[in-house]
């Protein structure tokens, strides 16, 4: 990978990086203002639904940050873009297409195909 191509997908990683991050301020100061008494029972229930799917969103965005954390860090080291299981280059259009991959497309496949197994026990 050239430096044009690393300093595509770093100032991509960035961006994506930013976006959560202000997703997740603009999630926590929409909850403390919203929180209000509500009396209806449903209603109360129904929110707090909401705020549940809100939250496990937000923490899997937690999570994704921290992968895309990772990522950079392998930019930095020279290991990204390299297969983990295989050492072999993940394709441009991969990376373009998940930018945190640490598998190229025929490991990540071997992976879910395995894991697919080990799940039906």
């Not at 965005?61 to 080291?77: E, G």
């Not at 873009?81 to 441009?92: D, F, N, Q, T």
Request: glycine share 4%; aromatic share 4%; with cysteine.
């Amino acid at each position: 990978m050239n430096d044009r191509q690393q300093e595509y997908f770093r100032t991509k990683l960035k961006d994506w990086r930013a976006s959560l991050l202000a997703e997740g301020r603009e999630t926590i100061e929409g909850m403390q203002e919203g929180t209000r008494n509500i009396p209806d029972v449903a209603d109360r229930a129904s929110e707090e639904t909401d705020r549940a799917l809100e939250l496990r969103t937000r923490d899997r965005q937690r999570k994704l940050v921290a992968k895309i954390d990772s990522a950079l860090r392998r930019l930095d080291d020279g290991t990204y873009g390299w297969c983990e299981a295989s050492g072999e280059p993940i394709s441009l259009k991969r990376l373009d297409a998940r930018p945190i991959a640490t598998l190229s497309l025929e490991a990540q496949e071997r992976h879910e195909r395995k894991e697919k197994v080990h799940r039906d026990d």
